[in-house]
């Protein structure tokens, strides 16, 4: 009987850490989707805009939205959400000094943003998205499969 308790708690148990690495892979997922989405329109106003057109309160919006939520997917990067469905590159966890480094220049570089939308001025804007977008693209060329 205690023998069969144990396997069966051992059994439970996994499946919640699986359970776990899914939870994580979906919520890191649906935030890089959303800015994915995010990214999308803050570019389009920045390519159908100038400094004379650029409607700098819808931009300051979009960039504060991003602001919100750009320390929130890190913690969903454990040890345990490795693999399954999950995009991220083993370097994540093979090079986390590195990792933690792009997270560190992305957050930066949101916090740039923001700073910049909330000023209204489409040049220093315009920069801020190029500096932002950059480091989005290298730290998923880094790592993300």
């Not at 979906?26 to 800015?35: G, V």
């Not at 989405?37 to 106003?45: A, R, S």
């Not at 454990?78 to 792009?102: H, I, L, M, T, Y």
Request: hydrophobic share 40%.
């Amino acid at each position: 009987m205690k023998k069969r308790f144990w396997i069966l708690a051992s059994l439970a148990l996994a499946a919640g850490w699986v359970h776990a690495d899914a939870g994580d892979v979906k919520a890191r997922q649906q935030y890089m989707k959303e800015w994915r989405g995010l990214n999308k329109q803050m570019g389009n106003i920045i390519k159908s805009s100038n400094a004379q057109s650029f409607p700098a309160d819808d931009f300051a919006a979009l960039a504060a939205q991003l602001s919100s939520t750009a320390n929130e997917p890190w913690q969903h990067f454990g040890a345990d959400s490795r693999g399954s469905d999950s995009e991220a590159a083993d370097a994540v966890w093979n090079k986390p000094q590195a990792f933690q480094a792009a997270i560190r220049q992305f957050n930066q570089s949101v916090a740039d943003l923001d700073r910049a939308a909330k000023s209204g001025r489409y040049d220093a804007v315009k920069t801020a998205y190029s500096q932002m977008a950059q480091n989005c693209k290298t730290c998923h060329q880094a790592f993300k499969d």
